[in-house]
C-alpha cells in the first residue's frame, strides 16, 4: 500500500522543501511531488501537520535499553531495544557488545544474525563488537578480567558470521594489526577505542584503514599540548570519523565545540552509548555480574565511572545544536547522511530522495518525535501509542 505524506517541511542536511508530498510504495521512497500536482491515488494519507519530516536516525553504538541488553543473546531482548529505538526516531541502530567471555559473545552475535530480520520497531545494522581487544589501561566501566589480545582462532569465527558491521580496538595492542586487517578483509569497519594509542600510532591505525573513533575522549589517551596522544590523533587526521555521546556529562561544551571546529559536522557521528537502563526510572542495573547504578539518568559503575548513557537520540541531537550553536540540518547530517555514508548505506538509508528506503522520522520544532517508518511501515506514532 502508497502512503502519501503531505504539509509538512522535508528537511536534510542540504534542503528545505517545503509544498512537497512525499510518496512511498513498497518500502521505498517513490516520489517527491509538489503539492499542487499531487492527485491522491489508493493508498494512507499522511497529514504531517507542519512538522519536519527527515530521514530515519541511525545509532552506530547502542546497548540496550528498557530493561535489555545486546549481551543478553535473546531475542526478545533485541525486539524491545527495537522498538525503543523506534520510539526515538532511529530507523537503523548497531547492537553493541562488552568485553565478554568467548561464548557469551558469540552468543550475542549468533542472537544478532539470527534475528536482525525478526523486530519490529528499529532494524538492526550489525553488530557492534566493543571489546575484547582493549587496553586495559583505558577499559572505563568494562569488566578487565575480560580484557585480552586478539586470537585469530577466536575471532575469526566472529568475522565470518556476517554479523559484525564494527569493532572497536586498541590498535597499540600486540595482534591488533592482524586483526583490524582480518576485520576489514571480512566487510566490518573498525574503531579506535579504549586505547591509550600514541598520535603516530593513531596515524598509523588509519594507514591500516581503521576509519572511526569510539566516543572520542571518553575511554581513550588525552590531548596534551606537547603530546597530542590518542584523542590528538582523532583530531587531526580527517580520514577519522567521530563517534561522539553528547549528553552533557561525556563531553564538557567547550569539548564539544572544539571537536565540531575541528573535524566539522561532517565527520561526527552522534551516538547513545544506550545501556539498559534507559528509558526506565534511576536504579541499579546488573551486566555479567556488575553493577550499573543510574542516578539522575547518569550511569556510572561502583567505582563511579560513567558506563554508557541513557541518552534518547533526539535529546542528544537537541543538545548538539544547545552547546555548540549548530543548526538543526548539520545536526541532523551527524545522525543520517554521515553515519550512512561511513557505512556503506549511501544510496539506501540516511537521505529522502526516490529510490531510497522509506526509513522516516517526523518531529517538531522541539524535536518532539511523533512518528518514525521504517521500510515504509508505521512502527511508532505518538498519538496512538502515548
Not at 47 to 55: E, H, V, Y
Not at 139 to 151: M, S
Not at 226 to 233: K, L
Not at 364 to 378: A, P, Q, R
Request: net charge negative.
Amino acid at each position: 500500500m502508497k502512503i502519501h505524506i503531505y504539509n509538512g517541511i522535508l528537511l536534510t542536511p542540504h534542503q528545505r522543501i517545503e509544498n512537497t508530498v512525499l510518496t512511498i510504495n513498497a518500502g521505498i521512497i517513490e516520489t517527491l511531488t509538489r503539492q499542487d500536482e499531487f492527485n491522491l491515488d489508493s493508498g494512507r494519507v499522511i497529514d504531517a501537520q507542519g512538522r519536519f519530516i527527515t530521514a530515519g536516525f541511525i545509532d552506530l553504538h547502542f546497548h540496550g535499553a528498557m530493561g535489555s541488553d545486546t549481551m543478553d543473546a535473546d531475542g526478545k531482548s533485541l525486539e524491545a531495544m527495537s522498538v525503543y529505538c523506534a520510539r526515538h526516531g532511529v530507523t537503523t541502530f548497531y547492537p553493541t557488545t562488552w568485553s565478554a567471555a568467548n561464548a557469551a559473545i558469540t552468543a550475542a552475535i549468533d542472537c544478532v544474525r539470527l534475528n536482525a530480520g525478526r523486530v519490529s520497531g528499529a532494524k538492526i545494522g550489525g553488530i557492534h563488537l566493543e571489546g575484547p581487544y582493549i587496553n586495559p589501561d583505558n577499559y572505563g566501566a568494562q569488566l578487565r578480567e575480560h580484557i585480552r589480545n586478539p586470537e585469530v582462532s577466536e575471532y575469526m569465527p566472529w568475522l565470518e558470521s556476517g554479523a559484525v558491521s564494527i569493532v572497536t580496538c586498541a590498535p597499540e595492542i600486540e595482534g591488533c594489526e592482524t586483526f583490524i586487517k582480518d576485520a576489514l578483509r571480512c566487510g566490518a569497519r573498525v574503531a579506535i577505542g579504549h586505547s591509550s594509542a600514541s598520535f603516530e600510532q593513531v596515524k598509523t591505525a588509519a594507514g591500516w584503514g581503521v576509519t572511526q573513533a569510539t566516543h572520542l575522549f571518553n575511554g581513550m589517551g588525552g590531548l596534551h599540548h606537547r603530546d597530542p596522544g590518542t584523542a590528538g590523533g582523532v583530531l587531526d587526521d580527517e580520514r577519522l570519523l567521530a563517534q561522539v555521546i553528547c549528553d552533557g556529562v561525556h563531553l564538557h561544551p567547550a569539548v564539544l565545540r572544539l571537536i565540531l571546529k575541528t573535524k566539522t559536522h561532517s565527520r561526527i557521528a552522534l551516538i547513545t552509548d544506550s545501556i539498559r537502563g534507559a528509558g526506565l526510572a534511576d536504579g541499579e542495573y546488573t551486566h555479567d555480574g556488575q553493577r550499573i547504578l543510574v542516578t539522575d539518568g547518569i550511569a556510572r559503575d561502583d567505582a563511579g565511572r560513567l558506563s554508557g548513557s541513557t541518552l534518547p537520540m533526539e535529546q542528544a541531537l537537541r543538545n548538539m545544536i544547545t552547546h555548540t550553536g549548530c543548526d538543526l540540518q548539520d545536526a541532523l547530517a551527524m545522525v543520517t547522511t554521515v553515519p550512512s555514508h561511513e557505512m556503506g548505506l549511501s544510496g539506501h538509508r540516511g537521505l529522502l530522495a526516490p529510490g531510497y528506503d522509506a526509513d522516516l522520522v517526523l518531529f517538531n520544532e522541539y524535536l518532539d518525535i511523533k512518528m518514525t517508518i521504517v521500510n515504509g511501515s508505521v512502527v511508532y506514532d505518538k498519538d496512538q501509542q502515548g
